[in-house]
């Protein structure tokens, strides 16, 4: 079985593929996705289960054109990795550009994912909605 930096790697390259299905196959059943954040978009808040969590990456990608996104540190434990990225996103449908740091942590069970917790900056986000 990978260890839990692979698997998290792993996901992030199905990200960049635009591969659902093989972001599902790496998340439990009963997956807990939160997503923090202040402005409103239908992406921040709790989504339980797969299905809410393929809803979710629609939804990004529905408001967020990403142009640049950039896991830059995987911090690992037994059962959970953070990690620290970069990501260039356009707004949508406003088209201004924003930058933002963000942290993902990621727990593990039986090498699946069974919840994850993002923030990033809000303020740069919405900003580029205005």
Known sequence: ?????EIIQSLYGAFGRGDMPAILDML???VQWIH???IGLPYLGRFAGKPAVAQWFGQ????DGIEA???REFLVGADHVTVLGWERTRALPAGRVFESDWVHVFNLRDGKIVRFVG???TAAS?????
């Not at 079985?1 to 930096?5: E, H, K, L, S, V």
């Not at 990004?60 to 408001?63: D, M, N, Q, Y």
């Not at 919405?126 to 205005?130: D, V």
């Open 60 to 63: 990004v990608a529905a408001l």
């Open 69 to 71: 996104f950039e896991p």
């Open 1 to 5: 079985m990978p260890n839990p930096a």
């Open 126 to 130: 919405a900003a580029a909605r205005t």
């Open 28 to 30: 439990s059943a009963d």
């Open 119 to 121: 923030a990033y900056d």
């Open 36 to 38: 923090h954040g202040s």
